[in-house]
């Protein structure tokens, strides 16, 4: 089999080194993937869009059909990991083991369960780690980027940015968070169900954007057509139906980010994680 | 000889990515840990990205955000600025990597659930053996 695989991956290589000599050189200001439409993104985004990004207007605008089916095919990941490991029955074991936070004493209860507290935390082995500092800096840590996730996100139109980055810093904060205690304290800011929805929500304003131009008589992701709900003319109406999806798709990725992780660190069973 | 090494220095970003693509691909068909197979698509994604990314470069061009807005209605010159197009494609082909290097993981841990093993001739003869049993 590894020969086999080796002669493959040599024919092919030899192929791309032999279509390479034919490909433009670095650099190139006239290769063909900088002629046909790319020029005419860069000539009118600001007069038809009114976003000097020409990756974002390009990405939510000009091919909103693709970015729109990106989001769906994000969320559907989120879907397919829920049903292949997520297990809904699963037997609770008889005596649940608890630690005092302070000092560090794992308790076991035999029968019911202690109330949910501060001063106490539900562990799923006698030996989980206990890092102080680390829980500490990263809970510091979290508001800082989650405000910068929504500067990522705000600020797409002017600076690099959008929704897909700043969506994944946000999820990215909530998973720091997630790392650095447990997995149930995550659960307990955000529920799996909130998270779900979150992510459907996402795509559903992406998509609802869209159809609310058709309802308004003009084209699928038409934005043009915002234009009297937003009491903008219609160049700026662009640019906020832009943001609006952006903010769609900034949603759908952080819920899934952080549905794919919490499924994927537990193997479907929510408890402590990682 | 010069123009030899002038063309393969002019075309580097290709070869960086053909090594990589190559990498990847020897990994999702040599190797025998379901990890490692996933490891190695994602390196052949890196390389693809790469390539794309490439592409969009211009010399001397600056990114892709307009620079006069208000009031100068003066003509925008495309040679300034990258190609704004492999950028869009390439941002959403990540984040949708990182969604299916989750579908995948998933897949591996469903497999781990049921063979308790990650090795492919593991699997592939304890499948083996159930079918001769039947």
């Not at chain 1, 650095?180 to 779900?196: G, H, N, P, V």
């Not at chain 1, 954007?209 to 992701?221: H, K, R, V, Y």
């Amino acid at each position: 089999m590894k020969a086999i695989g080796f002669v493959i991956v040599l024919l092919t290589g030899g192929f791309l080194i032999y279509a390479a000599a034919d490909f433009p050189g670095w650099g190139d200001p006239n290769s063909p993937a900088s002629l046909h439409v790319s020029p005419y993104y860069l000539e009118n985004t600001v007069e038809q869009t009114h976003v000097p990004n020409a990756v974002t207007s390009v990405v939510a605008d000009y091919r909103g059909y693709d970015t729109m089916f990106e989001t769906t095919v994000i969320f559907t990941a989120g879907v397919v990991c829920f049903f292949l490991l997520r297990t809904l029955l699963r037997k609770e074991p008889e005596d649940r083991l608890y630690r005092h936070v302070l000092t560090g004493v794992t308790i076991r209860v035999k029968e019911g369960k202690l109330p949910p507290s501060e001063e106490f935390e539900r562990i799923d082995t006698t030996w989980t780690p206990h890092d102080l500092i680390i829980k500490t800096i990263c809970r510091l840590l979290v508001p800082f980027v989650q405000i910068f996730a929504l500067y990522v996100i705000c600020f797409g139109h002017y600076s690099p940015g959008g929704g897909f980055q700043g969506g994944v810093i946000l999820g990215a904060s909530i998973i720091v968070y997630a790392i650095s205690t447990d997995l149930r304290s995550e659960l307990q800011r955000i529920r799996e169900k909130t998270d779900a929805l979150l992510s459907a929500f996402g795509v559903f304003l992406y998509a609802g954007t869209g159809a609310l131009c058709l309802l308004l008589g003009f084209n699928f992701l038409d934005y043009h057509a915002l234009a009297p709900i937003l009491f903008v003319n219609r160049v700026m109406a662009r640019s906020h139906g832009i943001f609006i999806v952006e903010v769609g798709v900034g949603i759908a990725v952080m819920g899934t980010m952080i549905w794919i992780y919490s499924v994927l660190a537990s193997r479907g069973h929510y408890d402590e994680g990682l | 000889m010069e123009d030899i090494v002038q063309t393969v220095v002019a075309k580097y970003n290709y070869w960086i990515y053909i090594t990589l693509m190559m990498m990847g691909l020897y990994a999702m068909i040599a190797k025998n840990n379901l990890i490692k197979k996933i490891v190695g698509m994602n390196i052949f994604q890196t390389a693809i990205i790469l390539f794309y990314v490439s592409i969009g470069v211009k010399k001397g061009a600056t990114i892709p955000i307009i620079k006069a807005l208000h009031g100068h209605h003066e003509a925008i010159n495309p040679a300034e600025y990258m190609n704004p197009l492999p950028h869009v494609l390439m941002l959403t082909a990540i984040v949708v990597g990182v969604a299916t290097l989750g579908v995948a993981l998933a897949f591996a841990i469903r497999v781990y659930n049921r063979y308790n093993t990650l090795e492919e001739d593991e699997i592939l003869s304890q499948i083996r053996t159930k079918t001769e049993e039947i």
